[in-house]
T-cell receptor, first 117, second 116 residues
Framework: AQSVAQPEDQVNVAEGNPLTVKCTYS??????LFWYVQYPNRGLQFLLK??????LVKGSYGFEAEFNKSQTSFHLKKPSALVSDSALYFC???????????????FGKGTKLSVIP | DTEVTQTPKHLVMGMTNKKSLKCEQH?????MYWYKQKAKKPPELMFV???????INESVPSRFSPECPNSSLLNLHLHALQPEDSALYLC???????????????FGDGTRLSIL
């Protein structure tokens, strides 16, 4: 079984400050990890993914995420937050070893990010 | 702009109506998905089609009936829905095949469904 935890329902950050949205995961094998963003009245938009290799992954719109295997974490970060980054963020995991169902994603509950001007 | 197109964007229907949601992608993806999303919650998987065949049904009530007429199209037929079925219905697609299992799913903007 695979699972994702996003411990914060909401994160507030001032514009220009660095932001972090937390994610921890549990899989029986190795993980593929994804971050998605959802703006109001829109679908989920892919930001970045970790599959293997470098633990620091860079993605769209200046976002990056750090994979930490020992802490089973994949926190989303951005050095300087913009008001336009305000949205709902979802972390998702897929177990590499899950075989025929390997294309299924397990999502975290989501974190609402509010960037204050 | 999203590469997965869903129509209609909004749908209001009575509990006795029959309607259909449509999803289309032209990325050559051979896995397509229907999700249901309630406000401020993560998407819940409903159905998965793999190579145009129903692969996964997550115990969805029979008032929801999926159909995959070809590799680009996915429909969700609705009949006798309940008020609790009001939600955002999202379609997604991804490449199929083990070598593509590290690829993300691509989502449409959804259909906002309201049941009166």
């Amino acid at each position: 079984a695979q699972s994702v935890a996003q411990p914060e329902d909401q994160v507030n950050v001032a514009e220009g400050n660095p932001l972090t949205v937390k994610c921890t995961y549990s899989v029986s094998g190795n993980p593929y990890l994804f971050w998605y963003v959802q703006y109001p009245n829109r679908g989920l938009q892919f930001l970045l993914k970790y599959i293997t290799g470098d633990n620091l992954v860079k993605g769209s719109y200046g976002f990056e995420a750090e994979f930490n295997k020992s802490q089973t974490s994949f926190h989303l970060k951005k050095p300087s937050a913009l008001v336009s980054d305000s949205a709902l963020y979802f972390c998702a995991v897929r177990d590499v070893e899950s075989g025929a169902g390997s294309y299924q994603l397990t999502f975290g509950k989501g974190t609402k990010l509010s960037v204050i001007p | 702009d999203t590469e997965v197109t869903q129509t209609p964007k909004h749908l209001v229907m009575g509990m006795t109506n029959k309607k259909s949601l449509k999803c289309e992608q032209h990325m050559g993806h051979r896995a397509m998905y229907w999700y249901k999303q309630k406000a401020k919650k993560p998407p819940e998987l409903m159905f998965v089609y793999s190579y145009e065949k129903l692969s996964i049904n997550e115990s969805v009530p029979s008032r929801f009936s999926p159909e995959c007429p070809n590799s680009s199209l996915l429909n969700l037929h609705l009949h006798a829905l309940q008020p609790e079925d009001s939600a955002l219905y999202l379609c997604a697609s991804s490449p199929r095949g083990r070598e593509y299992s590290n690829q993300p799913q691509h989502f449409g903007d959804g259909t906002r469904l309201s049941i009166l």
